[in-house]
């Protein structure tokens, strides 16, 4: 369990931080303001200089994807109530950022910035590539709070296994029943025919003699 919550965190943070450094060009787009022709240009380039990027960087990305996915299946598979929760959550966010990132991203960097043309900074940015350069780093920036959600969740449910773990370790003392509690003392009891052959031994030392005394003649 342990382990599992370990490589989902791992792979998300190594997710997160691979987002963190589109700041680069995001920043540029989606922080300033005003948005200029020179910030465009700079993201714009940013962008086709990972186009130019060899293959295997994607194929390294979808094995992480995959690994990140699985283990948070594999996990949820328990059926226990907190990995219904934390890890249903889990799963939705992390597999929303992956669809994004697939489907939306990616398609949009390979097809509009593979080649850009000839530019200086000053000159007017294209309109065919203004729309698409602000929709990445909107992007990239709901992946980027998904993925923050994953670690909130699995920090949340780390949490709530700690703390019942705790509660485990508290043992309950019960309180007497009301039959312990009219239990006799440890004492053993008076056997009540010997308390009253006592009594008769020691009644009839006394009477005797004084019968024997009226009895005699005079």
């Known amino acids: 369990m342990g382990a599992r919550a370990g490589i989902v965190v791992c792979i998300t943070s190594f997710l997160l931080g691979a987002l963190f450094t589109h700041w680069i060009a995001d920043s540029l787009t989606l922080w300033k ?3 200029t022709d020179e910030h465009l240009w700079t993201a714009a380039s940013y962008y086709s200089i990972l186009t130019k990027g060899p293959p295997e960087i994607l194929y390294f990305l979808f094995a992480v994807l995959f690994l990140g996915g699985t ?11 907190g990995n219904l929760m934390f890890d249903g959550g889990s799963i939705f966010l992390f597999g929303m950022t992956a669809v994004m990132y697939i489907y939306t991203v990616l398609p949009n ?13 000053k000159d007017p940015f294209p309109r065919s590539l203004r729309q698409s350069t602000l929709d990445l780093a909107s992007n990239n920036l709901i992946c980027s709070v998904a993925l923050t959600g994953v670690l909130a ?3 949340g ?6 703390s019942d773990n705790d509660d485990e370790e508290f043992v309950l003392v019960e309180a007497p029943t009301p039959e312990e509690v009219e239990k006799p ?6 056997n009540a025919t010997a308390l009253k052959d006592r009594l008769s031994i020691h009644s009839d030392d006394k009477v005797k003699p004084l019968l024997q005394q009226r009895v005699q003649p005079s």
């Open 33 to 35: 303001s005003p948005v």
């Open 71 to 81: 283990t948070i299946l594999w996990s949820f598979g328990d059926g226990q109530a």
């Open 109 to 121: 960097i390979l097809a509009r910035f593979h080649s850009l043309p000839t530019h200086g900074l």
């Open 153 to 155: 969740l699995q920090a």
């Open 157 to 162: 449910r780390f949490w709530a296994e700690t």
């Open 185 to 190: 003392s440890q004492t053993p009891p008076v």
